[in-house]
Each structure stands twice: as structure tokens, then as C-alpha cells.
């Protein structure tokens, strides 16, 4: 898995609520057998035409949005369990994924591919927002090791929550098969008492 | 972990007074062991399978040189992207057949049962489970898919992971997780005519939204659930994930205990009578403290539906479309066509999918038999009936629910996921609006550009014989 410790990029807004796992990687798209290319069709259907030109309209084909950071609307990723919704956001290039809510699944997922999950308070998203799509270059910070994002140019940053253990695994880019099968033993112990 | 030992630990909440829910006897009756300031080592004692979110996990095991570790615990079906006809000819599309396929090789390589295209016990794999006796009281159980929550019904902690997590339980039948947090919806009176067990969750969805269950497991509660029988429990579960819980437990009872027995796979015998005194300490006791609590009058519930692009955009049939001034509502309603205020009794629906594994067995088919008896389908409607499993679809030919169907002008599909994900053929054209039996209504969810309505299998049976949404409870009353 991807090492995460700090990144600076500018970022894309995408300020619509309850982006669902479908949206992000339509169910006609989940028949592949391997976890690579899922990129090029995520958000498929917001981001191309039917006749599969670009969507001029979706912020991803807005060539002043750049970077590595995805800002959503609140409730992100909500829906099915799919992890190729991770593995599309992932292979796209986004690193970070900011909103004020995140189901459940998608943020285990997230974290389980070197995806970080930040999660800020609705005032602080619409302050991000507003910045990001005033000037699409502003740059954001986000330190997983302070548990900080920072709007670089104003300096305003926020606090993030992330459990210990994930936090761990990803700044050395550990996964949890690794650690679960160190602790074969004691399963089988559970498993026979 | 033994019964015996299970039971040891019951005693001990009740020497020390300590009052414990549902889901905390479960889960604490399968940890492992705590990390540190971590999460805990959650052991699983059962892995369902498909085939659209277990290869990339194989294939991780493979490359990484571990073996599974417990195949006999995992059970596996192909649901998602099979064809819902000509199942005994190979499937047409290249990169389904080559999923399912994958599947089928992964099963044989590793010992895993699999029950796939066109075996009796082939289905969803959350109808499949429960009607075959996988599904227990007191058990943990996963599936790379969010609906697992549906088999909380058995009083059983089921959620859906991701394939990360699957290669996971390959690699030691266990996941590392944080306890969630509990939440108890309970909802006592008495239902009126016509309100189904898919309502009573579409109306609970309605008030709470689709993330007031997000880091909590939710227990349903009172009289309804009680009366309810294990199909509509399994219809209230499945949809607890679109309130953002990632499991709904319901207490086990003599309900529960009597769909159990004599199952294919349930224990028999001294073992199951021993099993059932287990299960009977599971429920919830008295004076246990919930995180979070809601109750609801089951008298307010009526026949519900959606109209916009959430399963949390619902209103009972006779109401009109709420007045919001907010750009994601906006867009969901321009996205299904929709004005602010505007009353849904009337609209001309062109397609009606009976199916999923939300509305899927015996019991809603016999709802849509009953009011379709006697009665033509509309002319102007396409309607797909698609049974949850082999067993579901040979239970409605023996019950002659199938020539209901025929003499009204349906036809019945054969088994599958079908039309409530749209991975197969069965896809609902662009700007087509389909009242269905499925779980979920976000944009293109039944095909590109598709507008999904949600409602019950008798609403879903009601607008196929009219060719449009009629106010049901005008003839119910």
C-alpha cells in the first residue's frame, strides 16, 4: 500500500451531497477481475456525454482544476460497498478526499488503499470550497502526522480525526493482512475454546 | 468459541448485573483480541462470496502466498452480473462470463463451495443464505456487499466490507475493526392495511436520512419487528446501510428459531435444541443503555415511495413532493423529472421491477399475486419479476403464483441481482422512470440515465396493472 505522510496540492471541488459509490464508478463498470484502470471511468457518467465526449460542465474536465485532493459535499461515498469506488479515486490520482461526512464502508476502503479520508466540520468545508473555487490554485496542505489541513495562503487549518492504528499503517504503508495473520495463533486458540 | 463457553460469558453479565444489547453479546462473544488504542480482532464465522468483489481479493492472496485460511466457512454464489434468462446457455457478455468464470476457478482452487449458475440453490446471495440455514442467530457474517445487513433479521451482526477486507477474512477469518456505536429504532402500534415491511424501513429512512445510522449498528425494536416474519425482517434489515448504519439487527425469537429449523445447512437435532438456548439470551436486556434511540407510531406509516435520488427522498404515496431550497435536492429532482410540490398519484410509469435481494422471496411475490389475481398488466408496461433464488423461483411454481402471472401477462425471470444494479441486460432505458422492489434509487443505479422509484412489491404490483402510481390506500380502506 502507499506510504502517506503530508501532501501540498491544490485541489477540485466537487460540492454536491451524497455522492453516492455509483455515481463514483457506475456498476456496468465492475466487471474487471483486477484492481488497475478504474480511473478512467470514474465519475463516468457526470463526466462524459452520452456519445462519450467530455462533459464540459464537470469540474474534472475544467482544466483550472488540478491536483491531488478531491473536496466533496457532505455524506461522500455513501451506497454500495464497492471498493473500486477506492480503487477509481485512487487510480485517478487523488490522494486526499475532503468532506464534512463520509460513509462508513467507503472510508475503510479508502484508508485500506493509501486513500485519506479527512473529515472537517460543514464551516470548514464551505471555507475550503469557497477558496478552492475562488482561486484553483490555492494550494492545500494536509499533514496526517499533526492530523492538520491548511488552506496555505490564509493559514486557516483544522484538525482531523483518524484512529491511531490506520494512522500508523499509513505513514509506513502497512496493511492489516500482515497484521492478522501475525496473530494466527492466538485465532485458532479463540477458535478451539 | 463453544455454545458452552458463549453461555459461561451470559452467566457472567448476569452475576456482575451488567446490562447488555443484543449486538454486544454478540460481538463481544467474537472478539479475539484488542489492539492497543486500536481496533479489535473481530473473529467471522461466515464468508459469503460473489463474483464481482472477490476476485481482485484472490488474486492478492495468490500474489502474496497466503493460503485461505478457513474454506469451509465460505460459501459462494454468482448474483450480480448473471443473465436473468437463458441461464443454461453461457453467458453472452465477454467480460461477465469471464468474471463468473474467475469465480468458478477461484472456488475449485480453494476449496470453496460454490452454488453457481444454474445450481438448485443458486440465488442472491442474501436470499440464498438465509433460506438454505447459513444464516444463524448469535453469528458474525460478511460479503463484499452492503446488503449483508439483511441477514441481521436472524439476530445475527452481518455487514457489508470491501475487497480489502475479503482478501482479509481469506487470510485469517478474522477483520480488524472499531466497536460501532448502537442505535435502537423502535417502532410499536398497529399497521394499516397495505403497509409492508418495505415501507416500515422506507418511512423510517424518510425521517432519519441516509446518514443518522453512519458508525452505529441499529437494533429494530418493538411490537412491528416482533409481528413481522423472517422475510420482512430480512426486507427491514437489508436496507439498514441507506441510513448509513452498517448493520440492523433484530432480536431472535420462536419466529426466527422455527425458520431455522430443518434448514439444509441449520443444525439438527440436540444440536440445534442446544443452539436455541443459546440463542435465546441474545435478546437485549432490559435496562441496556443505546447510544442513540428513536421511536415511531406504526399507526403514522403508510404506503411509501421515492422521488428523488436517495433512498432518504421518500413520502407516503398520497403526499406531494416536499418544498426544499437546496441545490443537491434541486438537482435530484431535475435528474428524476420532478416538480417541488407536486404529487406523484397518476405518474405514468413504463417499468416495474419485482426482485432484489431487498423484495425478493416468496412472501412478496405471494403480495403481488394476490393483487394481480384476476387483474391484466397495463399495456403500456414492461414488468420484470425476478425471483431471489432457485428455491424462491421452484416455491412460486409449486404455490401456482406462476400462472397468476401468466394469465395477467407477466412473465416470471429466472434468478439474480437483475435490474436493482443494472450489471447485466436487464437495464432500464434513459428517461424511463421504474417503480421497483430494489433498495437503492441514485442516478443511472438501473441503467443510464434511469429514474428509480422505491416502493413495496404491492405498490410495485398495483402500478404494473396500471400502467401508473395509483393511491393504493384508497383501495385498501
Given at each position: 500500500m502507499d506510504k502517506f505522510v503530508k501532501l501540498t496540492s491544490s485541489a477540485i471541488p466537487l460540492p454536491i451531497e451524497n455522492v453516492d459509490t455509483d455515481q463514483i464508478i457506475p456498476a456496468r463498470f465492475l466487471k474487471a477481475t483486477s484492481r488497475d484502470g478504474f480511473g478512467e471511468n470514474l465519475f463516468r457518467d457526470w463526466r462524459f456525454q452520452k456519445d462519450g465526449s467530455p462533459n464540459e460542465d464537470f469540474v474534472l474536465n475544467k482544466t483550472i482544476y488540478q491536483g491531488s485532493i478531491l473536496v466533496a459535499g457532505d455524506n461522500f461515498g455513501c451506497g454500495s460497498s464497492r471498493e473500486h469506488a477506492a480503487w477509481a479515486i485512487h487510480d485517478y490520482g487523488f490522494k486526499v478526499v475532503v468532506s464534512s461526512f463520509f460513509a462508513d464502508i467507503f472510508k475503510g476502503n479508502a484508508l485500506n488503499n493509501g486513500v485519506l479520508p479527512v473529515q472537517v466540520s460543514p464551516e470548514y468545508l464551505k471555507k475550503l470550497l469557497t477558496e478552492v473555487e475562488k482561486e484553483p490554485n490555492t494550494q492545500i496542505e494536509v499533514d496526517l502526522e499533526a492530523q492538520k489541513i491548511t488552506i496555505v495562503h490564509t493559514g486557516v487549518s483544522s484538525d482531523f480525526e483518524i484512529n491511531s492504528y490506520k494512522k500508523t499503517c499509513l505513514i509506513n504503508g502497512y496493511d492489516d493482512i500482515d497484521f492478522l495473520i501475525s496473530n494466527k495463533a492466538e485465532i485458532e486458540a479463540f477458535e478451539n475454546a | 468459541m463453544s455454545e458452552d463457553k458463549r453461555l459461561d460469558v451470559i452467566d457472567d453479565y448476569d452475576t456482575l448485573n451488567m446490562k447488555k444489547t443484543l449486538f454486544d453479546k454478540v460481538w463481544d462473544a467474537h472478539v479475539v483480541k484488542e489492539v492497543k488504542d486500536g481496533p479489535q480482532v473481530l473473529y467471522i464465522d461466515k464468508h459469503l462470496i460473489h463474483e464481482v468483489t472477490s476476485p481482485q481479493a484472490f488474486a492478492e492472496l495468490e500474489q502474496r502466498g497466503i493460503p485461505v485460511f478457513r474454506p469451509d466457512q465460505i460459501v459462494a454464489t454468482a448474483d450480480h452480473n448473471t443473465p436473468t434468462v437463458d441461464q443454461h446457455l453461457p453467458v453472452k457478455d465477454v467480460l461477465s462470463r469471464n468474471q463468473l468464470a474467475q469465480l468458478t476457478e477461484n472456488c475449485k482452487k480453494n476449496n470453496i463451495t460454490l452454488y453457481g449458475l444454474g445450481h438448485k440453490y443458486n440465488g442472491i446471495v442474501h436470499v440464498m443464505a438465509p433460506e438454505l440455514g447459513f444464516t444463524q442467530p448469535g453469528m458474525t457474517m460478511v460479503c463484499g456487499?452492503?446488503?449483508?445487513?439483511?441477514?441481521?433479521?436472524?439476530?445475527t451482526i452481518a455487514f457489508g466490507i470491501g475487497t480489502s477486507q475479503v482478501a482479509q477474512v481469506f487470510a485469517s477469518q478474522c477483520l480488524l475493526l472499531q466497536k460501532p456505536k448502537s442505535l435502537r429504532v423502535s417502532v410499536n402500534g398497529t399497521l394499516k392495511p397495505g403497509v409492508l415491511p418495505k415501507d416500515v424501513i422506507l418511512y423510517i429512512i424518510s425521517k432519519l436520512g441516509t446518514n443518522a445510522g453512519t458508525g452505529y449498528f441499529c437494533e429494530y425494536a418493538g411490537n412491528v419487528f416482533e409481528e413481522m416474519s423472517m422475510e420482512g425482517r430480512m426486507t427491514v434489515c437489508n436496507m439498514s446501510i441507506e441510513m448509513g448504519a452498517r448493520g440492523g439487527m433484530i432480536a431472535p425469537d420462536e419466529t426466527t428459531f422455527e425458520y431455522v429449523k430443518g434448514r439444509e445447512f441449520a443444525p439438527k437435532g440436540d444440536e440445534f435444541d442446544k443452539k436455541v438456548a443459546y440463542w435465546k439470551t441474545l435478546p437485549t436486556d432490559e435496562g441496556a443503555i443505546f447510544d442513540k434511540e428513536y421511536h415511531f407510531d406504526a399507526a403514522d406509516i403508510e404506503p411509501m415511495i421515492t422521488y428523488g435520488t436517495n433512498p432518504g427522498m421518500g413520502i407516503k404515496i398520497s403526499e406531494n413532493i416536499p418544498t426544499e431550497n437546496n441545490a443537491s435536492f434541486e438537482k435530484s429532482l431535475a435528474y428524476m423529472n420532478f416538480q417541488k410540490g407536486q404529487s406523484l398519484i397518476n405518474q405514468k410509469i413504463n417499468y416495474v421491477f419485482i426482485g432484489s435481494c431487498t423484495n425478493s422471496r416468496i412472501e412478496d411475490f405471494r403480495v403481488a399475486a394476490n393483487f394481480i389475481k384476476g387483474k391484466k398488466k397495463a399495456d403500456n408496461v414492461t414488468a420484470w419479476f425476478v425471483p431471489g433464488s432457485q428455491q424462491v423461483a421452484q416455491q412460486i411454481v409449486q404455490e401456482g403464483l406462476n400462472h397468476v402471472f401468466e394469465n395477467a401477462g407477466f412473465k416470471l425471470r429466472q434468478p439474480g441481482?437483475?435490474?436493482?444494479?443494472?450489471?447485466?441486460?436487464d437495464k432500464i432505458p434513459e428517461g424511463e422512470y421504474c417503480v421497483s422492489t430494489s433498495n437503492r434509487n441514485f442516478e443511472g443505479r438501473q441503467g443510464q440515465g434511469a429514474r428509480t422509484i422505491l416502493a413495496s412489491p404491492l405498490v410495485a404490483a398495483a402500478t404494473a396493472i396500471e400502467g401508473k402510481i395509483i393511491d393504493i390506500t384508497k383501495q385498501l380502506n
Amino acid at each position: 500500500m502507499d506510504k502517506f505522510v503530508k501532501l501540498t496540492s491544490s485541489a477540485i471541488p466537487l460540492p454536491i451531497e451524497n455522492v453516492d459509490t455509483d455515481q463514483i464508478i457506475p456498476a456496468r463498470f465492475l466487471k474487471a477481475t483486477s484492481r488497475d484502470g478504474f480511473g478512467e471511468n470514474l465519475f463516468r457518467d457526470w463526466r462524459f456525454q452520452k456519445d462519450g465526449s467530455p462533459n464540459e460542465d464537470f469540474v474534472l474536465n475544467k482544466t483550472i482544476y488540478q491536483g491531488s485532493i478531491l473536496v466533496a459535499g457532505d455524506n461522500f461515498g455513501c451506497g454500495s460497498s464497492r471498493e473500486h469506488a477506492a480503487w477509481a479515486i485512487h487510480d485517478y490520482g487523488f490522494k486526499v478526499v475532503v468532506s464534512s461526512f463520509f460513509a462508513d464502508i467507503f472510508k475503510g476502503n479508502a484508508l485500506n488503499n493509501g486513500v485519506l479520508p479527512v473529515q472537517v466540520s460543514p464551516e470548514y468545508l464551505k471555507k475550503l470550497l469557497t477558496e478552492v473555487e475562488k482561486e484553483p490554485n490555492t494550494q492545500i496542505e494536509v499533514d496526517l502526522e499533526a492530523q492538520k489541513i491548511t488552506i496555505v495562503h490564509t493559514g486557516v487549518s483544522s484538525d482531523f480525526e483518524i484512529n491511531s492504528y490506520k494512522k500508523t499503517c499509513l505513514i509506513n504503508g502497512y496493511d492489516d493482512i500482515d497484521f492478522l495473520i501475525s496473530n494466527k495463533a492466538e485465532i485458532e486458540a479463540f477458535e478451539n475454546a | 468459541m463453544s455454545e458452552d463457553k458463549r453461555l459461561d460469558v451470559i452467566d457472567d453479565y448476569d452475576t456482575l448485573n451488567m446490562k447488555k444489547t443484543l449486538f454486544d453479546k454478540v460481538w463481544d462473544a467474537h472478539v479475539v483480541k484488542e489492539v492497543k488504542d486500536g481496533p479489535q480482532v473481530l473473529y467471522i464465522d461466515k464468508h459469503l462470496i460473489h463474483e464481482v468483489t472477490s476476485p481482485q481479493a484472490f488474486a492478492e492472496l495468490e500474489q502474496r502466498g497466503i493460503p485461505v485460511f478457513r474454506p469451509d466457512q465460505i460459501v459462494a454464489t454468482a448474483d450480480h452480473n448473471t443473465p436473468t434468462v437463458d441461464q443454461h446457455l453461457p453467458v453472452k457478455d465477454v467480460l461477465s462470463r469471464n468474471q463468473l468464470a474467475q469465480l468458478t476457478e477461484n472456488c475449485k482452487k480453494n476449496n470453496i463451495t460454490l452454488y453457481g449458475l444454474g445450481h438448485k440453490y443458486n440465488g442472491i446471495v442474501h436470499v440464498m443464505a438465509p433460506e438454505l440455514g447459513f444464516t444463524q442467530p448469535g453469528m458474525t457474517m460478511v460479503c463484499g456487499d452492503s446488503h449483508t445487513s439483511t441477514h441481521g433479521a436472524f439476530g445475527t451482526i452481518a455487514f457489508g466490507i470491501g475487497t480489502s477486507q475479503v482478501a482479509q477474512v481469506f487470510a485469517s477469518q478474522c477483520l480488524l475493526l472499531q466497536k460501532p456505536k448502537s442505535l435502537r429504532v423502535s417502532v410499536n402500534g398497529t399497521l394499516k392495511p397495505g403497509v409492508l415491511p418495505k415501507d416500515v424501513i422506507l418511512y423510517i429512512i424518510s425521517k432519519l436520512g441516509t446518514n443518522a445510522g453512519t458508525g452505529y449498528f441499529c437494533e429494530y425494536a418493538g411490537n412491528v419487528f416482533e409481528e413481522m416474519s423472517m422475510e420482512g425482517r430480512m426486507t427491514v434489515c437489508n436496507m439498514s446501510i441507506e441510513m448509513g448504519a452498517r448493520g440492523g439487527m433484530i432480536a431472535p425469537d420462536e419466529t426466527t428459531f422455527e425458520y431455522v429449523k430443518g434448514r439444509e445447512f441449520a443444525p439438527k437435532g440436540d444440536e440445534f435444541d442446544k443452539k436455541v438456548a443459546y440463542w435465546k439470551t441474545l435478546p437485549t436486556d432490559e435496562g441496556a443503555i443505546f447510544d442513540k434511540e428513536y421511536h415511531f407510531d406504526a399507526a403514522d406509516i403508510e404506503p411509501m415511495i421515492t422521488y428523488g435520488t436517495n433512498p432518504g427522498m421518500g413520502i407516503k404515496i398520497s403526499e406531494n413532493i416536499p418544498t426544499e431550497n437546496n441545490a443537491s435536492f434541486e438537482k435530484s429532482l431535475a435528474y428524476m423529472n420532478f416538480q417541488k410540490g407536486q404529487s406523484l398519484i397518476n405518474q405514468k410509469i413504463n417499468y416495474v421491477f419485482i426482485g432484489s435481494c431487498t423484495n425478493s422471496r416468496i412472501e412478496d411475490f405471494r403480495v403481488a399475486a394476490n393483487f394481480i389475481k384476476g387483474k391484466k398488466k397495463a399495456d403500456n408496461v414492461t414488468a420484470w419479476f425476478v425471483p431471489g433464488s432457485q428455491q424462491v423461483a421452484q416455491q412460486i411454481v409449486q404455490e401456482g403464483l406462476n400462472h397468476v402471472f401468466e394469465n395477467a401477462g407477466f412473465k416470471l425471470r429466472q434468478p439474480g441481482c437483475s435490474a436493482c444494479l443494472a450489471m447485466n441486460d436487464d437495464k432500464i432505458p434513459e428517461g424511463e422512470y421504474c417503480v421497483s422492489t430494489s433498495n437503492r434509487n441514485f442516478e443511472g443505479r438501473q441503467g443510464q440515465g434511469a429514474r428509480t422509484i422505491l416502493a413495496s412489491p404491492l405498490v410495485a404490483a398495483a402500478t404494473a396493472i396500471e400502467g401508473k402510481i395509483i393511491d393504493i390506500t384508497k383501495q385498501l380502506n
